[in-house]
């Protein structure tokens, strides 16, 4: 089993950042993608961004390109989501998950609210 637990959400202007965290402990995550999802007040969760925890090799989703990074700590065992320039339209409850190698994404956090007022 994989835990997961997102911090570091919160209400910011719109074009101000904010940075995720995302504590991940259960099991050594080699071979495992970490993503990070959002879901919108009434609409389908979408895909943000996800990362490899060995290679560290990155995936944006279209809307998020350039403003949003994603990244991990070895040491802390903690993937992020740095997110710059932030527009009303990212409001969403923001997850962390992970997937073995090409399987699903079957461990999903509990979410953090994200607010941008405009």
């Known amino acids: 089993q994989v835990q997961l637990v997102e911090s570091g959400g919160g209400l910011v202007q719109a074009g101000g950042s904010l940075r995720l965290s995302c504590a991940c402990s259960g099991r050594t995550l080699s071979s495992y993608t970490m993503g990070w999802f959002r879901r919108a007040p009434g609409k389908e969760r979408e895909f943000v961004a996800s990362?490899?925890?060995?290679?560290?090799?990155?995936t944006y989703a279209d809307s998020v390109q350039g403003r949003f990074t994603i990244s991990r700590d070895y040491a802390k065992n903690t993937v992020y989501l740095q997110m710059n320039s932030l527009k009303p339209e990212d409001t969403a409850v923001y997850y962390c998950?992970?997937?073995?190698?090409?399987?699903?994404?079957?461990?999903w956090g509990m979410g953090t609210q994200v607010t941008v007022s405009s």
């Open positions: 990362i490899t925890w060995t290679s560290g090799r990155a």
């Open positions: 998950a992970a997937r073995y190698s090409n399987f699903n994404y079957n461990y």
